[in-house]
């Protein structure tokens, strides 16, 4: 168990993974089904209040000093992935399908991860402030933003994103964490010191979406129309994808001069997607019987990024400490 952890592979990973099995085998129908949807529309509403009550503005803004870095930062995520998610979606379309190919777009309009890519940033002896700055700030945009980036780049079948979608989203996400940040001044310290509440929170939300998501995709038959085959293009489209933007990452990070601290952060903010955020707004704004199969990319991706985060940062660790031996 400790060489797997050592590699990124978790107890969280591996129930990620038997939840995603439990949604193929014994999905949630009917009754069962409405229940788990209002359970996880409440759990998705409580983890965004946490969010915002835990994020601390200030060191936000003053975070953002570092401009350049934040700069790079955000157009990695904003611009240079989805310019090069849509150029693979492009290209892989035509055989992924027109809904997996809808998440492959999905998966490159949202926003970086926020605890593992700081917990990966400090682990590698990298700028830790400017890793909270950054990944706060893309999540905090990304509310917003990959909604509209999906509305331009996606060009779901009905034209855009409903009326419906972007009401859920306000209900669900953007007013919890604006109630968040107005009671933080009162319970801010309080969610602070249980950190164990927000984790539960966090991962029993991601377990909930996806356990969900994936049933509703067996209960339509959309797995069957999934063919395995074309699950095998999609892994190796998803781990082309990561290469390139981790390659992209590294070569900005030395032509630009960045120093080695503010190059970590450049690596794991700029090279990651949020499955915490991604799966909340998947499930805002598109159809039930669809989400399994547009977050599929994202899961994939997901547990692929924790794999060689967590393997690069342990060697720059490692590679530290024989430094200063």
């Not at 060489?3 to 990124?8: A, D, Q, S, T, W």
């Not at 069962?32 to 998705?44: E, N, P, S």
């Not at 990695?76 to 090069?84: G, K, L, N, Q, S």
């Not at 940033?121 to 700030?137: E, H, L, Q, R, Y």
Request: glycine share 8%; with cysteine; charged share 10%.
């Amino acid at each position: 168990m400790n060489y797997l952890k050592r590699i990124g592979i978790d107890a969280y990973m591996l129930l990620l993974l038997a939840t995603v099995a439990l949604g193929l085998v014994l999905p949630a129908q009917g009754i069962a089904a409405d229940a788990l949807g209002y359970v996880t529309f409440w759990a998705v509403a409580l983890l965004f209040f946490l969010y915002g009550a835990k994020l601390d503005t200030g060191s936000v803004i003053e975070g953002m000093t570092n401009w350049r870095l934040q700069g790079m930062t955000f157009l990695a995520t904003y611009v240079m992935f989805p310019i090069v998610g849509f150029v693979l979606a492009w290209l892989a379309g035509p055989v992924l399908g027109a809904t997996v190919t809808l998440g492959l777009l999905f998966l490159a309009v949202l926003p970086s991860t926020v605890q593992s890519s700081i917990a990966f940033t400090s682990i590698a002896g990298g700028n830790v402030p400017a890793a909270i700055c950054a990944a706060s700030v893309s999540n905090l945009i990304g509310v917003v933003l990959t909604p509209l980036l999906v509305a331009l780049l996606l060009k779901t079948g009905e034209g855009g994103i409903s009326t419906d979608s972007v009401v859920k989203i306000a209900t669900q996400i953007l007013l919890p964490f604006v109630i968040g940040q107005i009671a933080r001044p009162w319970v801010g310290a309080l969610v602070k010191r249980h950190k164990t509440l927000t984790t539960v929170v966090d991962r029993g939300a991601i377990l909930l979406i996806v356990y969900s998501a994936f049933s509703a995709g067996t209960v339509s038959g959309l797995w069957d129309a999934i063919p395995v085959t074309t699950l095998l293009l999609l892994i190796a489209v998803v781990w082309v994808f990561l290469a390139i933007t981790m390659g992209l990452m590294v070569w900005t990070g030395r032509l630009s001069g960045l120093p080695a601290p503010d190059r970590a952060v450049l690596f794991y903010c700029g090279s990651t997607k949020s499955l915490a955020s991604g799966l909340p707004i998947a499930t805002a704004l598109f159809a039930a019987s669809d989400v399994g199969a547009i977050v599929l990319p994202l899961m994939i991706y997901h547990m692929s990024q924790l794999l060689v985060c967590a393997f690069v940062s342990q060697k720059a660790a490692r590679e530290a400490v024989a430094a200063t031996a």
